[in-house]
């Protein structure tokens, strides 16, 4: 069991910088992935970013560059957005994955003004 939530969401002019972080308790060392999802209005949730217990790191092409994902301890999860745009304002989920079952937050809003 595991249980997650999402911090630091709110409100940014375009070419602004949020970093939102992903607090996890319960079981977290049975953790093999963590991730950041985005889900914008009238379109389907998408991956942004994930990192293994390896630490390695993956990215939407979108956001590579602009975005980094991190694991700043066991239980916290960084991404760091910079560069923001427009079109990078959805609501954003955290997302853990065990090799039994995967979990979410209850995601935060950030939404980018042009």
């Known amino acids: 069991q595991v249980q997650l939530v999402e911090s630091g969401g709110g409100l940014v002019q375009a070419g602004g910088s949020l970093r939102l972080s992903c607090a996890a308790s319960g079981n977290i060392f049975s953790i093999n992935t963590m991730g950041w999802y985005r889900q914008a209005p009238g379109k389907q949730r998408e991956l942004v970013a994930s990192?293994?217990?390896?630490?390695?790191t993956n990215y939407a092409d979108s956001v590579k560059g602009r975005f980094t994902i991190s694991r700043d301890n066991a239980k916290n999860t960084g991404l760091q957005m910079n560069s923001l745009k427009p079109e990078d304002t959805a609501v954003y989920y955290c997302h853990a994955l065990t090799k039994w079952r995967d979990y979410w937050g209850q995601g935060t809003q950030v939404t980018v003004s042009s």
């Open positions: 990192i293994t217990s390896g630490g390695i």
